[in-house]
């Protein structure tokens, strides 16, 4: 990220051309996104936050699961918090299945629906900003 920069004004051949030129470099951004959850609607943080915090309690995460016997592919969203209070979803449907499988060890995860019912929203981020788990 470029925190201060010069702004140069070069006259070439009679056309004048703008060049932005670094002054100092940030060395990274990073985000915390500890989990936050209301129990009954939604819960969301980064999967290297939560596995970093103070609590042993908490976690967040999805499971993908297919059951060949009753032709079906699945799945499911929780998250506990520092106080072992649970929300999670499921769902079939086949977007919210697609996104979940972009899910990283370093992901960003948002889910939302009723709590132990179907999910009606599932984001998941992977951005450089986001920490890593680390054991």
Known sequence: MISKSKLLVAATFGVASVIVVPTAVDAGTTVTWPLQTDLSTYAWGALGDVRNSASSNEY???????????????????ARDAN????????????????????TANSFVF???SNGGACTYLQVDNYSYLRPTTP
């Not at 072992?84 to 899910?103: E, G, K, L, P, Y």
């Open 111 to 113: 889910f939302n629906g």
């Open 60 to 78: 967040i995460g999805c499971t993908f699961y297919a059951n060949v016997n009753a032709a079906l592919t699945e799945v499911q969203c929780t």
């Open 84 to 103: 072992n209070q649970i929300f999670w979803c499921h769902s079939t449907d086949a977007a919210i299945r697609s996104v979940a499988t972009s899910m």
